[in-house]
């Protein structure tokens, strides 16, 4: 069980590492939002420091935590992992490249952590990752209010 726990977390890591590696690529090749691309990708590297230092005390650390669906999250990398690379052969729409972005946001492991740190806790490692997390919430929010504004896509 240990064992899986640990791998839990270092996908979960890969994951919002992985994330950061997009919203990098956004804001270079999106450049009108690119203070916007630059803060989420600095967002997405904060919670991967968040979670890699949740993953060093994994043995501590509240099931209700852990997001338990190691196939999907190496879905969910194997999919950022192949866009990325399609993206820098042939680089998308804002339209495509925005919304899959806000999907990615709302996918099970970024919706469970946004639950996580979102929900009213009294655990102590809760209320901690909370203020680990306090100003890096709500991307897909965000980035729906970025597709809804006038000419950005």
Request: hydrophobic residues 30%; contains cysteine; negative net charge.
């Amino acid at each position: 069980m240990e064992d899986k726990k640990r791998e839990l977390f270092n996908l979960a890591v890969k994951l919002e590492t992985n994330i950061c590696r997009l919203y990098i690529f956004y804001r270079d090749h999106f450049t009108e939002e690119g203070s916007f691309w630059a803060k989420m990708a600095e967002e997405e590297s904060h919670h991967a420091s968040i979670v890699e230092l949740a993953g060093e005390y994994y043995d501590k650390f509240p099931q209700e935590l852990i997001y338990s669906n190691a196939e999907n999250l190496k879905k969910v990398n194997r999919d950022i992992e192949e866009k990325i690379k399609k993206y820098a052969e042939k680089p998308p729409s804002r339209r495509e490249a925005y919304e899959y972005a806000y999907n990615l946001e709302n996918s099970a492991y970024e919706f469970h952590f946004q639950n996580v740190v979102s929900k009213k806790s009294e655990s102590r490692e809760i209320k901690r990752l909370k203020e680990l997390n306090k100003d890096d919430r709500d991307h897909a929010e965000r980035i729906k209010k970025l597709l809804e504004r006038p000419g950005t896509v």
